[in-house]
T-cell receptor
Framework: DAMVIQNPRYQVTQFGKPVTLSCSQT?????MYWYQQKSSQAPKLLFH???????NEADTPDNFQSRRPNTSFCFLDIRSPGLGDAAMYLC??????????????????FGPGTRLTVL | DAKTTQPPSMDCAEGRAANLPCNHS???????VYWYRQIHSQGPQYIIH???NNETNEMASLIITEDRKSSTLILPHATLRDTAVYYC???????????FGTGTRLTIIP
């Protein structure tokens, strides 16, 4: 029944050691998102894919990269994790909102998140 | 997207209606009001959305004032499982992005 799956649920890495978080979906949604949520803060969008088109948020550090090899999978790569990158990373999916009216709204479905610890 | 203002925390007795307010005084005509919630250690979950009419679904009701500058999310019979952070978000429907504010931490008290 799982619709948005994130692996692993908990990830520990060392300062400066590259790490990859993965997300997969069974919903066949064309939009996939990565959010960062630090302790006691709201989720913050890092970037999203609209099909294969990558859309980076202006304030997302270059240290964060993403890959989407196919519709079902999306990866978050942190090239050189710092202590400040410790957070919950949330993946979400949606269908394209479309171009007209309230009927075009498609909710975002979130995965359970991966909690990243940087030692 | 317009900014929203929510109280940081609220308590509600189990079995009573929980009414969560949201101010969005700068909302524009093509922006919708959305509510999501995040239960501890889980990803956010969509609850409901609306433009100007009141909306109801199996989870909640959304009341939007006539001038659309504020709204209230109503959980009619709150249970302990409704304890969560509730986010009110205003955005244009065709915009894919969600910009989360600080939200309201709702605690249901037995």
């Amino acid at each position: 029944d799982a619709m948005v799956i994130q692996n692993p649920r908990y990830q520990v890495t060392q300062f400066g050691k590259p790490v990859t978080l993965s997300c997969s979906q069974t919903l066949n949604h064309n939009v996939m998102y990565w959010y960062q949520q630090k302790s006691s803060q709201a989720p913050k969008l890092l970037f999203h894919y609209y099909d294969k088109d990558f859309n980076n948020e202006a304030d997302t550090p270059d240290n964060f990269q993403s890959r989407r090899p196919n519709t079902s999978f999306c990866f978050l790569d942190i090239r050189s994790p710092g202590l400040g990158d410790a957070a919950m990373y949330l993946c979400a999916t949606s269908r394209s909102p479309g171009t007209s009216g309230t009927s075009s709204y498609n909710e975002q479905f979130f995965g359970p998140g991966t909690r990243l610890t940087v030692l | 997207d317009a900014k929203t203002t929510q109280p940081p925390s609220m308590d509600c007795a189990e079995g009573r209606a929980a009414n969560l307010p949201c101010n969005h005084s700068t909302i524009s005509g093509n922006e919708y009001v959305y509510w999501y919630r995040q239960i501890h250690s889980q990803g956010p979950q969509y609850i409901i959305h609306g433009l100007k009419n009141n909306e109801t679904n199996e989870m909640a009701s959304l009341i939007i004032t006539e001038d659309r500058k504020s709204s209230t999310l109503i959980l009619p019979h709150a249970t302990l499982r409704d304890t969560a952070v509730y986010y009110c978000i205003v955005r244009v429907a065709v915009n894919e992005k969600l910009t989360f504010g600080t939200g309201t931490r709702l605690t249901i008290i037995p």
